[in-house]
């Protein structure tokens, strides 16, 4: 359950399981979690809301995860979201790819979500901006 000082957390994924899993693994952790399916709803989402940290997945329909944070970092909102990739892509070329576009961390599905969210825990705070 989120806190109203609680760290905004935007998460895109196609997957619907996927979503509901990280939104009950975040929100017990008081995470305040707002959820897309595809990259330009995110990235709208983004624009609007605002969030501390931005969690995407690469491959999605449409506006990739990629596209949505070279879009993000080209905003050059203050202060700069906390990027995480989570994606299928393993190869090193594909890891650097990630960080190339704007991706703070690559991390490989199945993610470890503890580590992702000691990761996002240790570079964000919540920001002052209400819930509105």
């Known amino acids: 359950m989120s806190t109203p000082n609680?760290?905004?957390l935007l998460i895109a994924d196609?997957?619907?399981n996927?979503?509901?899993a990280y939104v009950l693994f975040f929100g017990a952790h008081g995470y305040n979690t707002r959820t897309t399916g595809d990259?330009?709803?995110a990235l709208a989402e983004y624009r609007a809301w605002r969030p501390d940290a931005v969690v995407l997945d690469i491959q999605m329909p449409g506006m990739d995860g990629r596209a949505v944070a070279r879009e993000i970092r080209r905003l050059h909102s203050a202060p700069l979201p906390l990027l995480v990739a989570v994606?299928?892509?393993i190869s090193p070329s594909e890891h650097a790819e990630s960080i190339e576009s704007g991706f703070?961390?690559?991390f490989v599905k199945p993610a470890d979500l503890p580590l992702?969210?000691?990761t996002?825990?240790?570079r964000v705070r919540p920001s002052a901006v209400d819930d509105a």
Request: charged share 25%.
């Open 18 to 20: 996927v979503l509901e």
């Open 120 to 122: 996002i825990a240790s």
């Open 87 to 89: 994606t299928a892509l």
């Open 6 to 8: 609680a760290v905004r």
């Open 116 to 118: 992702v969210l000691a």
């Open 39 to 41: 990259g330009s709803d």
């Open 104 to 106: 703070d961390y690559h």
């Open 14 to 16: 196609d997957d619907p």
